[in-house]
């Protein structure tokens, strides 16, 4: 009988302790839920998902208001790099040929003395040689992104034909000129006849990077990096009937579609 009120005082002794246990102890910190490791058909999906949020009606809307209401005019380059190469010409080598003399002599009136010195360089340069034109993308993602710039107010200016046109206008009808230099020639074009330089590059089968400088001033106006995937819409959302059941459409872009889309998310991002 002792020994069962011993342990029941015991009990009656430990238990505001462990109360103050229970209440003093922090909360456990809850676990994170655990995510969906990525598959390939995500992967695929995120690649294939279009990256643009506004609508093309708003787009345009916006840039008609802004950088549209001027009818900008728009060089293209297709898969063509516009780099810091000033010239045709290059020089592999400098020649640099120096000399001292002088010239003592009398006359009756006095003494003449005569000092002269003389520099003269002479550069070697070489001439590269006509490469051929880049591959530019398929004619119907062209004929998209054209379309589209079109429609929103943009005059599309084509590089070939600016070059000709101003190599025409400087040649005096002899045709005795040297064969122009041809990078001094296109910038001539283009700050002529042009406002903006906009270069397409298409990097793999579903990448494109734009470019947009202001030909003026070289300011950047515009840098796009994109799928080309356009939004989908209820047509792409449609369901048919088969032996299999209703099955989803697997939904088709076609490049004239790829060629808008990458039209309208450089105009999106010129008139932000």
């Known amino acids: 009988m002792m020994k069962r009120a011993l342990i029941a005082l015991l009990a009656a002794g430990l238990l505001p302790l462990a109360a103050q246990a229970a209440t003093d102890h922090a909360a456990a910190p809850m676990k994170a839920a655990p995510q969906k490791p990525l598959t390939l058909d995500d992967l695929r999906n995120e690649a294939n998902a279009s990256q643009r949020t506004e609508t093309a009606e708003a787009i345009l809307q916006r840039f008609r208001a802004g950088v549209g209401n001027g009818n900008p005019r728009m060089a293209v380059f297709w898969n063509r790099a516009f780099n810091d190469q000033v010239s ?4 592999q080598r400098r ?28 550069q070697v340069e070489t001439r590269s040689g006509r490469r051929s034109a880049p591959m530019a993308p398929a004619f119907d993602l062209q004929t998209g992104f054209v379309s589209q710039l079109t429609q929103a107010g943009v005059t599309v200016v084509d590089r070939d034909a600016i070059l000709r046109i101003t190599d025409n206008a400087l040649e005096n009808g002899e045709f005795a000129r040297l064969s122009p230099d041809q990078a001094r020639l296109e910038m001539r074009a283009l700050s002529e006849h042009a406002d903006y330089l906009m270069v397409l590059s298409q990097v793999s089968g579903r990448e494109f990077h734009v470019h947009v400088l202001d030909v003026t001033d070289g300011a950047i106006r ?15 959302r449609r369901w048919v009937a088969t032996d299999r059941g209703f099955e989803k459409l697997e939904r088709q872009v076609s490049l004239r579609d790829v060629g808008q889309e990458l039209a309208l998310q450089t105009l999106a991002a010129i008139s932000q």
């Open 88 to 91: 045709d010409w290059a020089s």
């Open 95 to 122: 020649v640099v040929v120096s000399g001292q003399g002088s010239l003592r002599g009398e006359i009756p009136d006095g003494k003449v003395n005569l000092d002269g010195k003389s520099n003269a360089a002479a």
């Open 222 to 236: 515009a840098m796009v990096n994109s799928n080309g995937v356009p939004p989908e819409t209820d047509e792409d």
